[in-house]
C-alpha cells in the first residue's frame, strides 16, 4: 500500500509501505475512507518533537472494517468505524471510569500510520466505533473530526465543566478550539468567547456558538475576560494549544473556583505553584478520552445535530498529503482531509 | 494588651500592642478564648518567607464578641464565634460559589494578630459563625480547629473528592493531613491511606480513621500507593506540605481520572505541564475556604460527631507563644493551642 512517513523535520513522504496485517487476535484492517494532518502532527514535522528514525503519520480516521483478529467479537468486516489516536480496552477499571485514553492497556491508535491506505487497529473490540450504517459522503468530514479534533474539544469543553449558566472562553483557534466552542454550546454555555485573531476561524466559531470574540492574547487577554465578566474570571476555560503562555492565558481568565480543560499537548510547559495555588483554579485535562464520547458524538453527527466536518477547509487525494502538512504549518487550512 | 509579634526568624515577642478599635463600621472586637500557632507561621518563622518589618501573629481564633462596629446586623456582644484565616463579604458571587477565601472584598482574617487578649475582625457578618451557645469548655479545642486546620484539611479531602468507594490518600502528617483523614472519613471514602513516619501521629491517623499508613515518602511513596491498590494509584490525594516532593509524590500516587486536592501553601514548586499532561489528574486547591464549611463544621462537632481538637498534643497559656512555636518548629507537638 501506499503510506506517509516523516524522515525529518518537513520531510514527508507518501511512499509504498508493507500491507498491514493483524498481529495479534485483537487486531482489525481498516480501509481508510478519510484521514487527515492533526495540528499535533506539526510538532515533529517543525523539528520541536526530535525525529531520530522515519515514523510512520497519522492517528485520526474512518474507515471500513476489512479484516478482524480471532479474537474480536464485536467489530466486523463489512463495517463502517471511527476510532481514536489510542487503542483501548474499553473494559479496565481506568476505562470504565471515562479514562481511555489511559487505559492499562494502551497503545497506539494506529501504529502502522492513519495517513495511508490501510491501517492495524489494535484493540479492535474496544477502541472502534461502528456507525448505524455506511454514512452518506458528505457525514464522512465530521465523522473524521470526531476520531480526534471534535472529541479532544469536547472532552475540553467537559473537563472545564462548560455548561448552563456558565461563561465559557476558549484559548486557540485551530480545529481543536473551534470545536470546544461547538461542544460548549452543545453543553448549554451560556456565553462563549472564542480567542481569535484570525478571520475565518472568527468566522466558524460564531457558526460554532461563539457569543464574543477577543483578539488580544495573553495577559492582555486574560484582562480582557476579565472585562467582559464583570472582574472575575470565565467559569470553565478550555486550553487548546499547549504553550506557556496559552496555559497562563487559560488560568488568569479564569475566575477562583472556576475549572480550567487543557487538552493542547503541553510542551515546555511549568504551572508556578504558588500562583496556582491563590488562583483557585480547577486544572484537568491531558490526551483526550475520545472513546468515552464516541457513541454520543456519533448520534449527533448522524442526526444532523453538529457539523463539525466544517473544520476542515482543504480537501486533497492522499497522495498530497505532504502539502496538506505544508498549508496547515502555515496556516493557510485550519485543517487538511485526506482522500485515500 | 499583650500580643504577639515576629520580629525575625525565631524571634517571637509577646508584648504591649494597642488595644484593637472598630475601624470600619463592619469590624467586630473579639475576646479570644483560644488560638493556636499554625505550620503556615513556621514559614515567616524559619526565615523561607521573609520578615521585614514586626508583623502581628495568629489567624486562628475562637472568642466572645465585646464589640461591633454600626452596620454589623447578625453578630452580636456576647456571642462564642468562629473565624478564618480570610476575612469575607461572603455574599459576593464568589463566596456564594463557596470560594470565601477568594472573595471580592477579601482581608485578612485577624489583621491586628490573633495570638493576642483581643483581635480585630472585619467584615464580622461575613466572617464569623456564631455557636449554639457559648460551649463547654472541652469543645473549644475542636472549635478552635475548624478555624483553620480542620476546614483546611476539609476542603483538601472535598477538593480531592473523597467520598464513598474511594480510595484516598494523604500526603503529610502535620494538624491539616491528620484531619483530611477525619474529613475522607466522615465524607465516607472506604478506604484512607496515611503517609506518615511518626509513631504518635500515626496513632492519631489510626483514631482519626485511616486503614493503612505507609512510611515512604517521595516517588517509593508513591510505588507504595499504586502496591496498594492495583497498579493504579488512589482516586484521591490530598497534598498537605506544599513542597516541590509532596507535591510530585501526590501527582504521581493518583490515577488517571482521579482528583489530587492540594491545600499546603506551595513555595517553590512547579508543576511539569507534560507530566501532569498525561497524568489525568485533576488539580484543585489553594487557600481553603473555611467559611463555606464552618456551619457544618460547628454542628459536627457540637454534636460531638467529630473530635478534631485531638491535633493539639500542647497546650500553654498565651504568653509561652515563643515555646509554641519551638516546640512546633522542632515537631515535638503537632500544634499546640494557647490560651489567653
Same mark, same amino acid.
Given at each position: 500500500?501506499? !503510506?506517509?512517513? $516523516?524522515?525529518?523535520?518537513?520531510?514527508?513522504?507518501?511512499?509504498?509501505?508493507?500491507?498491514?496485517?493483524?498481529?495479534? @487476535?485483537?487486531?482489525?484492517?481498516?480501509? $481508510?475512507?478519510?484521514?487527515?494532518?492533526?495540528?499535533?502532527?506539526?510538532?515533529?514535522?517543525? !523539528?520541536? &518533537?526530535?525525529?531520530?528514525?522515519?515514523?510512520?503519520?497519522?492517528?485520526?480516521?474512518?474507515?471500513?472494517?476489512?479484516?478482524?483478529?480471532?479474537?474480536?467479537?464485536?467489530?466486523?468486516?463489512?463495517?463502517?468505524?471511527?476510532?481514536?489516536?489510542?487503542?483501548?480496552?474499553?473494559?479496565?477499571?481506568?476505562?470504565?471510569?471515562?479514562?481511555? +485514553?489511559?487505559?492499562?492497556?494502551?497503545?497506539?491508535?494506529?501504529?502502522?500510520?492513519?495517513?495511508?491506505?490501510?491501517?492495524?487497529?489494535?484493540?479492535?473490540?474496544?477502541? $472502534?466505533?461502528?456507525?448505524?450504517?455506511?454514512?452518506?459522503?458528505?457525514?464522512?468530514? +465530521?465523522?473524521?473530526?470526531?476520531?480526534?479534533?471534535? *472529541?479532544?474539544?469536547?472532552? !475540553?469543553?467537559?473537563?472545564?465543566?462548560?455548561?448552563?449558566?456558565?461563561?465559557?472562553?476558549?484559548? /486557540?483557534?485551530?480545529?481543536?478550539?473551534?470545536?470546544?466552542?461547538?461542544?460548549?454550546?452543545?453543553?448549554?454555555?451560556?456565553?462563549?468567547?472564542?480567542?481569535?485573531?484570525?478571520?475565518?476561524?472568527?468566522?466558524?466559531?460564531?457558526? %460554532?456558538?461563539?457569543?464574543?470574540?477577543?483578539?488580544?492574547?495573553?495577559?492582555?487577554?486574560?484582562?480582557?475576560?476579565? #472585562?467582559?465578566?464583570?472582574? $472575575?474570571?470565565?467559569? +470553565?476555560?478550555?486550553?487548546?494549544?499547549?504553550?506557556?503562555?496559552?496555559?497562563?492565558?487559560?488560568?488568569? +481568565?479564569?475566575?477562583? /473556583?472556576?475549572?480550567? *480543560? %487543557?487538552?493542547?499537548?503541553?510542551?515546555?510547559?511549568?504551572?508556578?505553584?504558588? #500562583?496556582?495555588? %491563590?488562583?483557585?483554579?480547577?486544572?484537568?485535562?491531558? @490526551?483526550?478520552?475520545?472513546?468515552?464520547?464516541?457513541?454520543?458524538?456519533?448520534?449527533?453527527?448522524?442526526?444532523?445535530?453538529?457539523?463539525? !466536518?466544517?473544520?476542515? &477547509?482543504?480537501?486533497?487525494?492522499?497522495?498530497?498529503?505532504?502539502?496538506?502538512?505544508?498549508?496547515?504549518? #502555515?496556516?493557510?487550512?485550519?485543517?487538511?482531509?485526506?482522500?485515500?
Amino acid at each position: 500500500m501506499q !503510506g506517509t512517513m $516523516l524522515y525529518g523535520p518537513r520531510d514527508v513522504r507518501f511512499e509504498e509501505r508493507p500491507d498491514p496485517a493483524i498481529i495479534e @487476535p485483537t487486531d482489525a484492517i481498516i480501509r $481508510l475512507s478519510a484521514t487527515c494532518v492533526c495540528g499535533s502532527d506539526l510538532w515533529p514535522y517543525r !523539528g520541536v &518533537d526530535p525525529v531520530t528514525q522515519p515514523i510512520p503519520m497519522g492517528h485520526e480516521y474512518v474507515g471500513i472494517v476489512e479484516e478482524v483478529g480471532s479474537a474480536v467479537r464485536n467489530i466486523k468486516p463489512g463495517q463502517f468505524v471511527v476510532g481514536s489516536f489510542f487503542a483501548s480496552d474499553n473494559t479496565c477499571e481506568i476505562c470504565r471510569a471515562g479514562y481511555q +485514553s489511559s487505559c492499562i492497556h494502551r497503545q497506539p491508535g494506529a501504529p502502522t500510520g492513519a495517513q495511508a491506505e490501510y491501517a492495524r487497529i489494535p484493540l479492535a473490540d474496544g477502541t $472502534l466505533v461502528a456507525t448505524p450504517g455506511l454514512p452518506p459522503t458528505d457525514l464522512i468530514p +465530521s465523522l473524521l473530526a470526531a476520531s480526534d479534533v471534535l *472529541g479532544t474539544g469536547w472532552f !475540553g469543553a467537559v473537563a472545564a465543566e462548560a455548561g448552563p449558566g456558565k461563561t465559557v472562553a476558549v484559548v /486557540g483557534d485551530g480545529a481543536v478550539g473551534l470545536l470546544a466552542v461547538l461542544a460548549a454550546k452543545q453543553l448549554g454555555a451560556e456565553r462563549i468567547i472564542a480567542m481569535s485573531r484570525h478571520e475565518s476561524r472568527q468566522r466558524l466559531a460564531w457558526e %460554532f456558538g461563539a457569543t464574543d470574540i477577543v483578539t488580544e492574547r495573553g495577559d492582555e487577554g486574560a484582562a480582557k475576560i476579565k #472585562e467582559l465578566t464583570g472582574g $472575575l474570571g470565565a467559569h +470553565s476555560v478550555v486550553e487548546a494549544v499547549g504553550t506557556q503562555e496559552s496555559m497562563m492565558q487559560a488560568i488568569r +481568565s479564569t475566575r477562583p /473556583g472556576g475549572h480550567v *480543560g %487543557f487538552v493542547g499537548v503541553l510542551h515546555d510547559v511549568e504551572i508556578p505553584g504558588e #500562583e496556582f495555588f %491563590f488562583s483557585h483554579v480547577h486544572l484537568h485535562g491531558g @490526551p483526550a478520552p475520545v472513546r468515552r464520547f464516541l457513541p454520543e458524538l456519533i448520534d449527533l453527527i448522524w442526526s444532523r445535530k453538529i457539523n463539525p !466536518g466544517k473544520v476542515f &477547509d482543504l480537501t486533497m487525494p492522499l497522495e498530497q498529503v505532504a502539502e496538506g502538512y505544508r498549508a496547515m504549518d #502555515e496556516r493557510r487550512a485550519i485543517k487538511a482531509l485526506l482522500r485515500p
